[in-house]
C-alpha cells in the first residue's frame, strides 16, 4: 500500500482487520484517506465512517437461531435472518482531526453524527 497508496479505503471487519483497527486508522490519518467500516463501533472507536448491519443488531440474529438448534431442532426449520437497518455513522471528530472535507450534504444523510 505504501508503494501504490489508495485514493480511499473500503474495511471489511474480520478478526485479523478488527483486531489490527488502529494501525487501519493510524494509516489513513497519516496518509488524509477517507475510510468507511463496516461496523458503527469502528466509528467510535477512531473510524471515519460506516455503513452496514449494526453490530448488536448482528450479534443478536446470530444468537436467536442456535438456541432451538441446540434444544433439539433440525437446521433446515431455522429461520434464516436478514439486518433490516443500515446505519449510517460518520466521526466528525476523525475528520477534522485528519484534515478530510466531508460535504455538508453527506453528513445530513448521515443516521449518527459523532462529534
Known amino acids: 500500500m505504501n508503494r501504490e497508496p489508495p485514493d480511499a479505503i473500503l474495511m471489511v471487519s474480520d478478526a485479523l482487520t478488527t483486531l489490527n483497527r ?15 467500516y463496516e461496523y458503527d463501533f ?3 472507536d477512531g473510524g471515519l465512517m460506516s455503513y452496514g448491519a449494526g453490530f448488536e443488531g448482528v450479534i443478536r440474529a446470530r444468537r436467536r437461531p442456535g438456541r432451538p438448534y441446540l434444544q433439539g ?3 433446515g426449520e431455522l429461520p ?5 437497518r443500515y446505519p449510517f455513522v460518520i466521526n466528525l471528530k476523525t475528520a477534522k482531526a485528519t484534515g478530510i472535507e466531508l460535504p455538508p450534504n453527506l453528513v445530513a ?3 449518527e453524527v459523532i462529534e
Open 42 to 44: 469502528l466509528v467510535r
Open 22 to 36: 488502529k494501525r487501519v486508522f493510524e494509516y489513513a490519518a497519516s496518509r488524509r484517506l477517507p475510510a468507511i
Open 109 to 111: 444523510l448521515a443516521d
Open 73 to 75: 431442532r433440525a437446521a
Open 80 to 84: 434464516f435472518e436478514q439486518p433490516t
